[in-house]
């Protein structure tokens, strides 16, 4: 099966809102995300995208983040 | 001086932003109730004029804050004594109670199921956590048998309430019971329960892993989390003296699901047939 590569969302990640719980890293159903390497305020690395082309835009991320620091911008 | 953090979300207009980033710990399953339960919102299309959200005292409590809708944050254990009074004051009001298992099951026990048995019509959502977080990880009606708490440090030995089937014993017509993990079913319960008249009751298993979890050696909030997904069975219409709640089973889904005449209804048309056919408002 092709590989849909364009969606309508783009994933947004408010970085100083990130607790760094690893929800969304963990739960992501196809392991999009990882840490970053940049500590924000609080000393915590927030997530990131592995590449730009894995997120399908499934919506769980912004859904479980208990932080609301990850959002689809539909 | 550290500058204030600004916060842009799609959903920022359901949020009072300049209160955000929230208190609550990392992790904390608070949040999550708070994201699904705006995204109920959301999905709705609820008109926020007409609703109020209304809390007790505790971590969950700190919720009332941070919507921005007409809320109450009120004293510990009388938010569904509150609730009644506003929607009763004002049936057209769709009144949400959102409170932890402390507040609504031991101070405030008696109001919830008296609320219940009078079908008062609220929504109300309990994050039960398992202990009373604000306070310092103490032993409630929630804690299991044989927890660690700081006020059972060599473990539990009272039995917990089932608060799935206190609610439906006492009389609620909705009630329902997920984990934070269940994020796509919290959210269809909580929008199912705002479209529904009478005192609809769901109840949220919730990580606190800054006590109840570090107390009980359950690792981080993701560890406590994939416990939750691991151990919930879904079953839904399950009767609620059945729907388990232990470290190896946790039953969750939509138990009971009736139609009765709500007190406000009840209320307002005593009034009308007292008072001989002047009209009065009411029964929303
Ligand atoms: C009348 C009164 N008694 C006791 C307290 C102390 N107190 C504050 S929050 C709380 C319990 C909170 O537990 P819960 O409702 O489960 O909320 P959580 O913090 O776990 O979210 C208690 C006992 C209080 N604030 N007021
Ligand atoms: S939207 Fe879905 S696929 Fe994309 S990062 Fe979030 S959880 Fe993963
Ligand atoms: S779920 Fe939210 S708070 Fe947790 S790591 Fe992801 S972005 Fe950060
Ligand atoms: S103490 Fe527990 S319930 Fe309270 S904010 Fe922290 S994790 Fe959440
Ligand atoms: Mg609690």
Redesign the pocket.
Known sequence: MKKPTTFKAKLKIVEEFCKGCDYCIEFCPVDALKRSERPNLRGVCPPKLKDEGTCIACGLCERICPDLAICLER | MVEKLTFTHPLSKYLRVDRLPH????????GIVLNCFIRALDELGANLDELVVVSGI???GRIAGYVNVDSFHTTHGRAIAIATGIKLANPRLKVVVIS?DGDLFAIGGNHFIHAARRNVNLTVIC?N?F?Y??TG?QLGPTTPLDSITTTSPYGNVESPFNLAHLAASSGAVYVARWTAFHIHELTKSIKASLKRRGFTFIEVI????????RYNKMGR?VDMMNWLKRVSEVRHGCDPAKAEVSSSKIVVGEFVSVDKPTYDQLIYQLMERVKGGSSVEGGG
């Open positions: 208190i609550w710990c990392e992790g904390c399953g608070n505790g971590c969950i932890g994050v956590n202990n977080g604000m990880g919730s990580p606190c892993p800054e006590l109840y979890g909030g």
